[in-house]
């Protein structure tokens, strides 16, 4: 049986191929940086960084540590670690396990008659 072929053009073969070299474009210098002015304080500087400290405290509805950051100016809360939202859900599931926990019961005493 033999196989004959419709097309009268063959199908080039994939040679060895060689790698494809992209014109590398030469680094650009930077510009110098020259300041303004008359630099308005909003754009110009990044605002300090305000004092801050580092609260541990432990959650009673859950058990766990919580870690906070805490603005020192204001004494607001800045960060927590675990957030609010998890603590809830964790109480939450702690209530529901405390619920499927079997009562313990007390035997009543035996009295002799």
Do not use: C
């Not at 009268?8 to 002015?37: C, D, F, L």
């Not at 599931?93 to 079997?102: H, T, V, Y």
Request: overall charge positive; glycine content about 4%; charged content about 20%.
């Amino acid at each position: 049986m033999a196989i004959s072929s419709t097309s009268q053009n063959p199908v080039p073969v994939p040679g060895p191929r060689e790698p494809v070299i992209q014109p590398v474009k030469p680094a650009e210098s930077p510009q110098p940086v020259t300041p303004a002015a008359n630099p308005s304080p909003k754009t110009s500087e990044a605002p300090l960084a305000a004092p801050t400290s580092r609260r541990t405290t432990l959650d009673q509805s859950t058990g766990e540590f919580i870690l906070q950051v805490i603005d020192d100016h204001t004494g607001q809360k800045i960060s927590q670690s675990p957030d609010e939202a998890i603590l809830r859900i964790r109480a939450y599931a702690r209530q529901l396990d405390a619920a499927k926990q079997p009562v313990p019961t007390v035997p009543k005493a035996q009295t002799k008659g």
